[in-house]
């Protein structure tokens, strides 16, 4: 579900929820066996409405904020021969661990799997910073960065990469959502990302078993 606006003048009147029951009837009839949303962390209603209809909270990440700085750490693209080597490295990941198995790329919760992983090899978003296990999935045209992995020092050394890569413009932002908890909130901050105030919380939907 993406998007969901009630005009002022109309709301505490049970529209909003009444839409969220109606889309979901709509996802049950297409076959869908999970729904999923990401709203504000505070955002009361939505919450109250979601929790209502069934939904359970799943995942919430804080924004973080990355301006393009100078560095000599190149990465390189990774290809498909690497995706048995990325699926290793993401068992035991602290950040998949707090938020259900999910990331968050350009506004969507979703699982890191290994067709999420083949699509992003696919469309050279997976960076690796040589002689390293630190790598992340990033997009600079619409610069987000989804997912990072490496030790501690390797990893900041990885995000110091990305921002300074040539595809992001200068002066443009690389915007990461992630638990303020977790190990790579830390390296974002060591690397010079800025923590923003307000964060997201996803909610998930699943067809009870039959």
């Known amino acids: 579900l993406h998007g969901l606006r009630v005009a002022e003048e109309a ?33 009361q209603p939505i919450h109250r409405i979601a929790e209502a209809i069934g939904f359970r909270p799943v995942a919430e990440g804080a924004w973080f904020a990355g301006r393009g700085t100078p560095s000599e750490r190149q990465l390189v693209p990774l290809d498909d021969l690497h995706l048995e080597w990325l699926i290793d490295q993401i068992h035991g990941s ?90 790579l909130a830390e390296r974002l901050v060591e690397a010079g990302f800025r923590p923003e105030s307000q964060g997201e919380r996803c909610y998930e939907w699943r067809q009870a078993n039959p």
Request: proline residues 5%.
């Open 94 to 183: 602290d950040l998949l661990a707090r938020t259900n198995g999910l990331y968050a790329f350009h506004w969507r919760y979703q699982p890191l799997n290994r067709d999420a992983l083949r699509e992003h090899l696919s469309a050279g978003q997976v960076l690796n910073l040589p002689n390293s296990d630190a790598w992340a999935i990033v997009d600079f045209e619409d610069p987000w960065l989804g997912y990072a992995h490496g030790d501690p020092e390797s990893l900041v050394s990885l995000l110091h990469g990305l921002l300074a890569h040539p595809a992001l413009a200068a002066g443009q932002n690389l915007f990461a959502l992630v638990p303020s908890e977790s190990d």
């Open 11 to 43: 709301r505490r009147r049970g529209f909003g929820q009444t839409l969220v029951e109606h889309a979901l009837n709509l996802a049950q009839e297409a076959g869908d066996e999970i729904v999923r949303f990401m709203t504000g962390v505070e955002n």
